[in-house]
Structure formats: C-alpha cells, structure tokens
C-alpha cells in the first residue's frame, strides 16, 4: 500500500487542500445557517490538517513536528466548535433563528 | 522495472517518468472532493452534517496513506466521533432539520464563487511555481503512537499543558453560555408544572 508513493507529488496535496480549503472559503461566504458556517470552518481547518500531514511525510521528519501542529489544530476546533455551538444555542434562544444575515443588531 | 500493486495496477517503481495518479489517491480525492461540495451545497442541514463525516472519513484514509496511522484514529474519533455528534445534536435539539434555509440571491453566490474562485486560483498559480517534488519513500513508525507520544511528552510539554487549560476555559465558556438565566428556568418550571 505504501508504495503508492512512487508516483504521488507533493504538489497532489498541495492542489487538493487547496481544493478543499476553497470549497470551505466558498461555503462559509455563501450560506446563511450558522451551523454550516461552523461546519464549513471545520473543512478549512481539515484540509490545513491534510496538508501538515503531508508535509511531515514530504519532510520524513523524525520527530513529526507537523502532526503534532495537527494535534493541537484538533484541540482548538475542539473547543471553538463547543463554544460556538454554545453561542449558537443562546442565539437561537433569543431570537428563534440561526440565520446570521438576521443577526445585524449591532449595525445601527 | 514492473510489478502489480494489490488492486492489480501495474506500475513502475521507478518514479517521475510516469505521471499518472495512483488508484487509491485519485478515488479517496473524488470522494473528499465531491461530499466537500455536498456539504456546503446541500439545503438540508441534517445531509451537510452527514457528507461531512464522509468528508472527515475519506480524509482520515488520506492520512492513513500520509502513514500518520495515529492521526488517522484520531480524527476518526475526535471529529466525525464528537464534533459532528455535537453538531447533530445541537441541529436536533434546534429542530433545524427540515429545509430552514431561505433561497439565497443568484448575485451573492456569484460573488461567493468569485471570491472563493479567485482563492484557488491565486494558491494554485503561486504553487506552481514551486516545481514538481516527488513524495520520498515513506520513512516507518513516525505516526505511531510511540513516536508521537514521546514527542509530545517531551519537546511540546508545555504546549499541551497549555492545551489542557484551553479544554478547561472552553468547557467552562460552553456551560456558562449555555445555561439558562433564572426567568426563562421559572418559565420552564412552569410549563412542567402544568403539564404534570
């Protein structure tokens, strides 16, 4: 299986986290639902995971310098999915809706 | 000189004269690729939640590939595990199920697209330049538990501890923002009052 190698570039990964990290860009500018943002946050942040993966590998970096930044990508989108979930709830409690194009309060 | 991989390719092993992709990389980036763009297209939020876990499955193989096994469990559990549990749960306990969301403009996903398009397109022109690098054959055990605990016990100790105290803020954010404030809990009391 890991021979698969041979014939990969890193510039294969390189183009797909790209591919990824766009595709998390576009949802977060285009929906409404705050849960999607969230989530769309979460397939940014993968695709960084993905592409620090594959520069460990690239690197052959005994000490694995950048799956140990994958590891603490996953505690911070740990957290910032429990608190931002948190916050969603309270909104949704206050106002009914998860739609942040009704969330403009603070604009007037 | 040639030989067969196991789903029956025949391949070279010696590398960079040949550019075609290999099988499992091209079908594990199909998948990624295709449910991404389910996710963030699709209405129903319950479906988003649901094509990012394939998401989040697929990405897990690619680290298997990436022979960072470890990392591969890991965000099995911690991601498509808890987080997208918790973000089907918090969808279930809001009742967001059905189709909530309203039909957005054309003129705003257009702006979206360019936006996202002109990303892509600026990366990928900026790494072009980089030249083409061949992966080097995989180096054994550095994604391993063994390694990588030792790593953190030792080079990234204060980093994790300093982890350890975000986990505890976070968790206590999460609670204070979601509990109830006195009035709403005796409306509640209330309600279960004259029910019972």
């Known amino acids: 299986m890991l021979n698969v190698f041979h014939n990969l570039e890193i510039s294969h990964y390189i183009y797909l986290s790209t591919v990824l990290f766009s595709i998390g860009l576009f949802g977060v500018l285009f929906r409404r639902n705050a849960i999607v943002l969230l989530m769309c946050i979460e397939l940014m942040l993968n695709s960084v995971n993905l592409l620090l993966a594959a520069f460990t590998e690239y690197m052959g970096d005994a000490n694995a310098n950048g799956q140990m930044f994958v590891f603490f990508i996953m505690v911070v989108a740990a957290a910032e999915a429990a608190v931002g979930l948190a916050i969603l709830v309270m909104v949704y409690r206050n106002t009914r809706k998860t739609d942040v194009s009704f969330l403009d309060q603070l604009k007037d | ?196």
């Open chain 2, 1 to 196: 000189m040639y030989r067969k991989d196991k789903f029956g390719i025949i391949k070279t092993s010696k590398m960079s004269e040949i550019s075609s992709l290999p099988l499992q990389f091209l079908i594990l980036s199909f998948i990624t690729i295709l449910s991404a763009l389910y996710v963030v297209t699709s209405k129903n939020p319950v479906h988003s939640v649901l094509a990012l876990i394939l998401t989040f499955f697929s990405i897990s193989a690619h680290y298997i590939l990436l022979n960072a096994q470890f990392l591969a469990i890991v965000n099995l559990m911690v991601y498509a595990g808890a987080i997208m549990v918790l973000f089907l749960f918090v969808l279930m306990l809001l009742n967001l199920s059905k189709e909530s969301e309203p039909i957005k403009s054309n003129l705003w996903g257009i702006a979206a697209s360019i936006a996202a398009g002109m990303v892509l397109i600026t990366l990928t022109a900026a790494f072009q330049k980089s030249g083409i690098a061949v992966m080097p054959a995989p180096s054994e055990g550095i994604g391993l538990v063994k390694n990588l605990g030792r790593v953190l016990m030792t080079e990234y100790l204060v980093p994790f501890e300093l982890s350890g105290i975000l986990f505890i803020s976070a968790m206590v954010g999460a609670v204070l923002l979601g509990k109830r404030d006195k009035n709403s809990e005796e409306l509640v009391d209330l309600n279960n009052n004259n029910n019972a």
